[in-house]
C-alpha cells in the first residue's frame, strides 16, 4: 500500500493505493490550519479505517504541502541573512529592474518586497571572474564581521550567493565554514550547492527562497514525524517536490525551494499517468478551482518542466512542473465595464463571500452562478449536497449585474459569461503550449477539480483539441499523483562551452559526477539500483542567444566521442526549427548547462483494466434537467450518476453525469464514453 | 459551429489576438542573440488590421508600440501589393519609426486571398552602421550619421530571403552575424504569427473578424471619451527640460499643452524648443508615444490597447520643433525627449487627477554602448546596458527602487550574463541612498553600476539629468541628478557628459549613476516609522531624515517621538 497525502487550502485529500491490485481508496478531511499535522494524522486513520489495512502493510506516505508556498505569500518565512559579494547586496532587490510583466502601463503596479531586508544583506571582499578565476582572495574578517552582525539580529538562516559561485563555489563553501563556527546550528544555504547557473538576481532568490523557508520545512517535517512515531511508530514518509518526483522527509528540510507548488505539480504527475493509461501521449492537464485555473503540459507522457518559475513573482530556477495559472475559476465575478463590454476575473469571490449561489452573502455574479443558472449545477447536490446551492441569488446576481447592464436575457448573459471565461481559459492553454510549436489537435485534455469537466468539452472544441478525459477521483487528483511519483533528483552544471571547444572526455566527467552525486543520493533514501533511471540532457543554445533549449542526451557510460558531440547538436538544430520555425543548421551549437535527472522508479502499480464491449446507455439517468446551451436554447437532458455507469457504457449528448465532487457536461453532438478505467472519455470527432 | 458578432465574440477574439502578439514576443526574446533583444527585450510585437490600425499588442517595451501603426500606414501608402510571405522592414524614423536601431518588421496575413490583416515586430539592432559603434550615440548632428537609413523594403517576398538585401544591410553594419540573426528571428517571428491570425480568421469567418475588430476598436474609444467626459474641460500645461542636446550646454525645453473638452482632448507643443542640432529630436510617433503611454496609464492601464483607444486624443505639433522634427535632423537619442514628453503630461495632468498621475521618475533613458576588441578572443565585441533609476513617489505609496523608465519595460544586464560575454569586471551595482525626493511618499531610489574595462573601448552613450532635477508633487522634493564618472575617487576622476562618444582605456573605471526621482506630498506628512525603516536599511540617511522629514531616528533605529514632534511642531 502507498498513501498520499495532499494538504490544500481547504480539504486534506487522502488517496490510498494497493500496489498489487491497483485498487485506489480515498478520502477527504478539512485542513487544520492551526496545526496542519492534525488534519493529516486524521485522514491517514481515515483512509486506514476505510481500506481496512494497518499501517505495517503500508510500504510508504507521500506528502505534499502547500506550507512553502503560505510561508511566501504571507511573508511568514524565516529570518535570513544574505552573504554576498561587497557591492553587490542590492542584487536580490534591484531584481531586473524591470516593471512587473503585466503592468507595463500601471504607474501602480509593485513588484513584491525582497524577502531580506537591506540591512540584513552583508557584503563580504571578494571576486570570483567569468572564468572562475579568484581575483579577490576571500577576507575572512568581513565573513565574519557579518557572522557577528547576524548573531545580534538573531537571523535563523544565512544564505550566500557570491557572484560566480556557480563556476566556483570555493569562497561560498569557505563562508559556510566559517558560519558554521561562528553561528553554530544555523542553517546555511549556498547558491553554488542548489542552483549553480549564471544570472546572479535569479540564483540569489532561489537561494534565498531555499533559506526563508527551510527552518519553516524543518519545523514542520520535525513535528508531522514526531506525530506519525508516536502514533505508528517508524514510518517511512516522501514529501513531494515541485520538479514532480519525491524525496525522502530528511532531506527536504535541507531543501525547502523544492517543496513550492509540489501540490500542483501532483496533479500534473498524476495527468500524466492518466494520459499514459489512455495511450494519450500528449495531453493538457486542466485543474479548474475556486480562483484559479492551473494548466500543465504532458509531453510523450512526462510532465513538461521549467527551468523559468517561480512563485507570486519570486523567479525559482529550479527545474519544476511547467504550471502556468490564470486568475479563472468558479468563483471568478463576472463584470460589465465602462465601455459595456462584459470581463469575467480576474477578481475573485473565493470563499468570502463566495459566489452569489452559495448564499454567503455573495451578490456579485461569479462563474458558479452562470453554470447554475443554465442548469449544469445542480444545486441539491453540490459537494454530494452538503453545499445547497440558491438558483434564485444566483438569477439576481447574473441579471443585475450582467444581463439589465447589457441588455440581454438571464440566459444568454450567464452563457456569455461562459464564454467569456473559457476563452480566456483556452488563451492559457494556447500560450502555454507555444513554446514547443505544439500542435493541440494531437492533446487530449485531462480535467481535475470540481469544476473543469463542466468547461472542458467546450474548451478544447475551442483550441480543438482531440478528446477530453475526466478521470475518476479528479477531486483527489493531485494526491494520486503523489502515489505514482517516483523519486527524483535534478542536477545541473554550467559548461557554457562552443561545441569546438567541447572534449567528449569533460562531457563524460561532468555527466558520471552528477550522476554519482545523484545515485549516492538515491542510495541514502533507499532506492535499490534496479530501480533506478538516469537521464541526461543539455541545455544548448546558438551562439549569442540567452534562452536555451533543453535537448535529451543518450547516455553513454562507454564514453563520448566527437561524434556524439555533433549529433547532439543536430538534434538541437531540428528542435529550434520545430520550436521557432527556423533554425541554422550551419552555426556552432553552445552548450550552456548540463543536467542529470536521477529517478528511483516506483513499482508500476498492477492496474487492472476492466473491458467491456461498449454499449450505448438506454435509460438508466436518475433525472431528467433543462439545461441551456447556447446555439441551442433550453433542452431537456439526462443527468447520470457517475457511479452507476459501468465500464463501456457509452452516454450521447447532451447530458451531465454528477459526482460528489464534481460535474461533466457532454455537449450536444458528442458522446461519451466509460473506458476500461472507468474515465469519462469524450471524443471531439467532428471538429474543425 | 456559427458566430455572431457580438460583444462576447468580440471579447473571445480579443483574447485570441493578444495571445498571438504575446506569444510572437516570447518568441522573439527566445531566439534573439544580442543582449538588447534577449536580456534587455527592448521589443514588441503586434497584430494589426489590414489598414494599418494596431488590433493587439504583446505586453512588452510600450513605447515602440507606437511606431508600429504610424509606420504602417505609410507602408500602405507606398507599397503597392503584398503577397503571402513577404517580410517588409523599416527603420526610418521619417516614415514613422524610433531610431535607426529600432527595426520594423511587417507580414501581411492572407486568408483565402484576402489581406485580413498584418503582424508586425519591432527590435532594438545592436548595430546599424553609422558613424559610432552600437549607435547609441549622443551628440550626432544628422541622421546619415546615425546609421543605415531603410524605407520600405522588402526582404522576403512569397516567404524567400533576398540575399541582395541581406548581403546590402551587411555590409553596411557593424557584427553582421549576429545582427543578421536577429533579423532572420524577426522573420520568423511574424511567420507564427501569421499562422496564429490565420487560424483565428478561418475560425470565426471573415465577415464576424472584421465585424469584431471594428468593435473592439470602437470600445475602447468609447472608453476614453467616457473618461475625458467625467473629468472637468479646462487647459493645462506641463513643462520639463533637457539639460542639453548633446552638442550645446543650452538646455531643451519641453511644453506640453492640454485641452480637454468634453469627450476630446488635444495636446500640442507649443512654447517647446526648437528642432536641436545634437540628435535628441523626437520622431512624429515617438512624441505621441509619450502623450498616448501617460494617457492609457491615467485612464485603465488595464484597458485593450488599440487604435481605438487614441482616436479621442488629438495630438499635434508644429514642424520645426524638436517634438516634430525635419529631416535630416538627428533622433537616436530621442528617448531623453520622449520621457520628459512624459514628466510634462503628468505634471499638466496633476492637476486634473492628482490621485492618477505619479511624481518625476528619473525620466531619461540611461544607454551606454561599449565596443571593442576582446583581448582574450581577438574578436569583435559591442555590449550595450540600459539602467534603471528613481521611479516617482505615488498618491498613495512610494516610488518604486531602481525602476525601469516610462515608456519602456525592459530588463537590465546581469553581471555575469556582461561579464561572460566582455571584457569588463563590475564592481558596484547598488541603490543610493537619498536619490529619492522626500515626500509623505518617497521617490524610488535610483541605482549606481561601477564597470571596470579589461580592453580599451568606444563608449558612446545617451542619458540626461545631470542638471535638472525629477519633480515633486504637492509638496513632495526633487530627485537627485545622474553623472557618468570616469575613475572616481582617482586623481584622473573625469565627470563625462550625458551624451556623446568617447574613449576609455583598459583598466578604466567608469560609474553610471542614474538620476533618481520625485516625492509625493509633504515630507513632514510622512509616517515617522516609515522614516525610520528607510534609515535602518540606509536608503535615507539620518541626517536627511531629520532635515527633509524632522524625524528624528535613534542610534538603535527607533523613532525619538519627543524630539520629532518638537521639530515637526516648528
Known amino acids: ?688 | 459551429m456559427r458566430y455572431e458578432a457580438d460583444p462576447v465574440t468580440m471579447q473571445v477574439i480579443r483574447y485570441g489576438l493578444e495571445a498571438v502578439a504575446d506569444d510572437m514576443g516570447y518568441n522573439l526574446m527566445r531566439m534573439g542573440r544580442t543582449t538588447i533583444v534577449k536580456e534587455i527585450m527592448d521589443i514588441n510585437c503586434a497584430v494589426l488590421d489590414a489598414g494599418g490600425g494596431i488590433l493587439a499588442q504583446a505586453h512588452l517595451c510600450p513605447l515602440m508600440m507606437f511606431s508600429l501603426p504610424t509606420t504602417a500606414e505609410k507602408m500602405l501608402e507606398r507599397v503597392p501589393d503584398f503577397e503571402e510571405g513577404d517580410v517588409v522592414i523599416c527603420n526610418d524614423p521619417y516614415l514613422g519609426g524610433q531610431h535607426l536601431l529600432d527595426v520594423q518588421f511587417f507580414s501581411p496575413v492572407f486568408v483565402e486571398g484576402d489581406l485580413v490583416a498584418f503582424v508586425a515586430n519591432i527590435a532594438h539592432q545592436l548595430d546599424m552602421g553609422g558613424a559610432v559603434p552600437g549607435g547609441v550615440a549622443g551628440g550626432l548632428t544628422e541622421i546619415y550619421q546615425e546609421g543605415l537609413r531603410i524605407p520600405f523594403v522588402k526582404l522576403y517576398r512569397g516567404g524567400r530571403e533576398d540575399a541582395q538585401i541581406f548581403d546590402l544591410i551587411s555590409r553596411n553594419i557593424r557584427i553582421p552575424e549576429k545582427t543578421m540573426e536577429d533579423f532572420r528571428a524577426q522573420a520568423a517571428t511574424t511567420v507564427v504569427g501569421v499562422r496564429r491570425v490565420q487560424a483565428l480568421v478561418r475560425k470565426y469567418g471573415l465577415d464576424v473578424f472584421r465585424d469584431c475588430t471594428r468593435m473592439l476598436l470602437d470600445y475602447s474609444e468609447k472608453r476614453v471619451r467616457r473618461f475625458l467626459r467625467e473629468i472637468p474641460d479646462g487647459v493645462h500645461t506641463g513643462r520639463d527640460r533637457l539639460d542639453d542636446d548633446g552638442r550645446t550646454d543650452d538646455p531643451v525645453d519641453i511644453q506640453v499643452n492640454v485641452r480637454i473638452r468634453g469627450d476630446e482632448m488635444e495636446v500640442d507643443f507649443d512654447g517647446s524648443s526648437a528642432q536641436t542640432a545634437g540628435n535628441v529630436n523626437s520622431p512624429w510617433a515617438c512624441t505621441q508615444g509619450g502623450v498616448f503611454y501617460t494617457m492609457v496609464g491615467i485612464i485603465d492601464p488595464d484597458m485593450p490597447l488599440n487604435s481605438g483607444s487614441f482616436r479621442p486624443i488629438r495630438v499635434s505639433s508644429r514642424e520645426g520643433l524638436v517634438t516634430n522634427p525635419r529631416p535630416p535632423a538627428g533622433v537616436t537619442a530621442r528617448s531623453q525627449t520622449m520621457t520628459k514628453i512624459v514628466e510634462a503630461m503628468l505634471k499638466a495632468m496633476s492637476e486634473v487627477v492628482p490621485d492618477r498621475v505619479v511624481a518625476g521618475s528619473h525620466g531619461q533613458a540611461c544607454t551606454n554602448s561599449f565596443s571593442g576588441v576582446d583581448p582574450e578572443t581577438g574578436k569583435r565585441f559591442s555590449y550595450i546596458e540600459i539602467q534603471g533609476g528613481g521611479a516617482g513617489a505615488r498618491p498613495t505609496k512610494d516610488g518604486p527602487d531602481g525602476q525601469d523608465l516610462h515608456l519602456g519595460r525592459f530588463m537590465n544586464t546581469p553581471v555575469e550574463a556582461a561579464e561572460l560575454e566582455n571584457p569588463v569586471m563590475i564592481e558596484r551595482y547598488e541603490f543610493i541612498q537619498d536619490s529619492g525626493g522626500a515626500g509623505k511618499f518617497r521617490g524610488g531610489l535610483s541605482l549606481r553600476r561601477d564597470i571596470r574595462f579589461l580592453a580599451d573601448v568606444t563608449w558612446a552613450r545617451y542619458s540626461d539629468r545631470q542638471k535638472f532635477r525629477p519633480q515633486g508633487l504637492f509638496g513632495g522634493l526633487e530627485g537627485s541628478v545622474g553623472s557618468l564618472i570616469l575613475n572616481p575617487g582617482t586623481p584622473g576622476e573625469a565627470r563625462c557628459r550625458s551624451k556623446g562618444v568617447g574613449e576609455i582605456k583598459a583598466g578604466d573605471l567608469l560609474s553610471i549613476r542614474l538620476p533618481g526621482s520625485g516625492g509625493y506630498g509633504r515630507p513632514s506628512d510622512r509616517d515617522p516609522e516609515r522614516v525610520a525603516w528607510d534609515v535602518r536599511n540606509g536608503k535615507v540617511s539620518a541626517r536627511s531624515a531629520r532635515e527633509d522629514y524632522r524625524v528624528v531616528v535613534r542610534g538603535d533605529g527607533t523613532v525619538d517621538r519627543e524630539a520629532t514632534a518638537a521639530l515637526r511642531d516648528r
Not at chain 1, 494531437?442 to 463542466?454: K, P
Not at chain 1, 472542458?456 to 511519483?485: H, K, Q, T
Open chain 1, 1 to 688: 500500500m502507498r498513501i498520499g497525502i495532499d494538504v490544500g487550502g481547504t480539504f486534506t485529500d487522502v488517496v490510498m493505493v494497493d500496489e498489487a491490485t491497483g485498487a485506489f481508496h480515498y478520502t477527504k478531511t478539512p485542513t487544520t490550519h492551526h496545526d496542519l499535522a492534525e488534519g493529516v494524522l486524521k485522514g491517514l486513520g481515515d483512509i486506514l479505517e476505510i481500506g481496512g489495512v494497518s499501517m505495517d502493510e503500508v510500504s510508504y506516505l507521500i506528502h505534499g504541502t502547500t506550507i512553502g508556498t503560505n510561508a511566501i505569500v504571507e511573508g511568514k518565512g524565516a529570518r535570513v541573512g544574505l552573504v554576498t559579494t561587497a557591492g553587490f547586496e542590492d542584487v536580490l532587490e534591484i531584481r531586473r529592474v524591470a516593471r512587473p510583466k503585466e503592468a507595463a502601463f500601471d504607474f501602480g503596479a509593485d513588484n513584491p518586497p525582497p524577502l531580506v531586508p537591506r540591512y540584513l544583506r552583508k557584503g563580504v571582499r571578494e571576486r570570483i571572474d567569468a572564468g572562475g578565476r579568484v581575483v579577490v582572495p576571500l577576507e575572512e574578517g568581513s565573513v565574519r564581521a557579518a557572522a557577528a552582525a547576524f548573531e545580534r539580529e538573531e537571523v535563523e538562516a544565512v544564505v550566500v550567493s557570491l557572484l560566480f559561485s556557480f563556476l566556483n563555489g570555493e569562497h561560498e563553501r569557505r563562508v559556510a565554514d566559517i558560519f558554521a563556527q561562528e553561528l553554530p546550528g544555523v542553517p546555511v544555504t549556498l547558491s553554488s550547492e542548489i542552483c549553480p547557473e549564471f544570472r546572479e538576481y535569479e540564483r540569489t532568490c532561489t537561494a534565498v527562497m531555499n533559506g526563508y523557508l527551510g527552518p519553516v520545512i524543518a519545523r514542520y517535517m520535525d513535528r508531522l514525524t514526531a506525530r506519525l512515531e508516536a502514533e505508528y511508530g517508524k514510518v517511512s514518509l516522501h514529501i513531494m517536490q515541485s520538479n514532480g518526483g519525491t524525496m525522502t522527509a530528511e532531506v527536504a528540510k535541507s531543501h525547502a525551494a523544492h517543496l513550492i507548488n509540489s501540490g500542483p505539480a501532483g496533479g500534473a504527475i498524476a495527468t500524466a499517468f492518466v494520459s499514459g493509461l489512455t495511450g494519450n501521449r500528449m495531453a493538457v492537464g486542466a485543474d479548474m478551482g475556486g480562483t484559479t485555473f492551473d494548466i500543465s503540459i504532458i509531453d510523450e507522457n512526462l510532465p513538461k518542466t521549467t527551468t523559468w518559475g517561480g512563485v507570486t513573482n519570486y523567479p525559482i530556477k529550479l527545474p519544476m512542473v511547467d504550471l502556468k495559472t490564470i486568475g479563472a475559476g468558479g468563483g471568478s465575478i463576472a463584470w460589465v465595464d465602462e465601455g459595456g463590454v462584459l470581463n469575467v476575473g480576474p477578481e475573485s469571490a473565493g470563499s468570502d463571500p463566495g459566489p452569489a449561489c452559495y448564499g454567503w452573502g455573495g451578490t456579485r455574479p461569479a462563474v458558479s452562478d452562470a453554470n447554475l443558472v443554465l442548469g449544469r449545477l445542480n444545486p441539491d447536490y453540490f459537494l454530494g449536497g452538503k453545499l445547497p446551492l440558491y438558483p434564485e441569488k444566483a438569477e439576481k446576481a447574473v441579471r443585475t449585474h450582467v444581463a439589465d447592464p447589457m441588455g440581454l436575457s438571464v440566459e444568454e448573459a450567464a452563457a456569455g459569461i461562459l464564454r467569456i471565461v473559457n476563452a480566456n481559459m483556452a488563451k492559457g492553454i494556447s500560450g502555454n503550449s507555444v513554446e514547443r510549436g505544439y500542435d493541440l489537435r494531437e492533446f487530449a485534455l485531462v480535467t481535475m477539480g470540481g469544476a473543469a469537466a463542466l468547461h472542458a468539452a467546450d474548451i478544447a472544441r475551442e483550441l480543438n483539441m482531440a478528446r477530453v478525459i475526466v478521470p475518476p477521483m479528479s477531486g483527489n487528483f493531485s494526491a494520486v499523483g503523489f502515489v505514482v511519483a517516483d523519486v527524483q533528483h535534478d542536477y545541473v552544471r554550467t559548461l557554457a562551452r562552443k561545441e569546438h571547444e567541447i572534449d567528449p572526455f569533460e562531457l563524460l566527467r561532468e555527466f558520471r559526477e552528477m550522476e554519482e552525486e545523484g545515485v549516492r543520493q538515491l542510495e541514502q533514501e533507499r532506492v535499490r539500483a534496479e530501480e533506478t533511471e538516469i537521464i541526461w540532457s543539455a541545455d544548448l543554445r546558438y551562439d549569442g542567444q540567452s534562452w536555451e533549449l533543453n535537448a535529451p542526451i543518450p547516455r553513454a557510460p562507454g564514453g563520448f566521442t566527437e561524434k556524439d558531440v555533433r549529433r547532439i547538436a543536430e538534434g538541437f538544430h531540428e528542435l529550434h526549427q520545430q520550436v521557432y520555425s527556423y533554425s541554422e543548421p550551419d552555426e556552432e551549437v553552445e552548450f550552456v548547462n548540463l543536467r542529470v535527472r536521477v529517478k528511483g522508479l516506483n513499482p508500476d502499480l498492477a492496474f487492472k483494466a476492466e473491458t467491456h464491449e461498449p454499449f450505448l446507455v438506454e435509460g438508466g439517468w436518475k433525472a431528467m434537467r433543462d439545461v441551456y446551451f447556447a446555439e441551442k436554447g433550453w433542452l431537456s437532458i439526462p443527468v447520470y450518476e457517475r457511479e452507476d455507469l459501468s465500464v463501456g457504457s457509452c452516454i450521447p449528448g447532451p447530458c451531465i453525469v454528477e459526482e460528489t465532487i464534481s460535474t461533466a457536461l457532454v455537449p450536444p453532438g458528442h458522446t461519451g464514453a466509460i473506458d476500461a478505467y472507468r474515465n469519462i472519455v469524450i471524443e471531439l470527432e467532428g471538429r474543425e
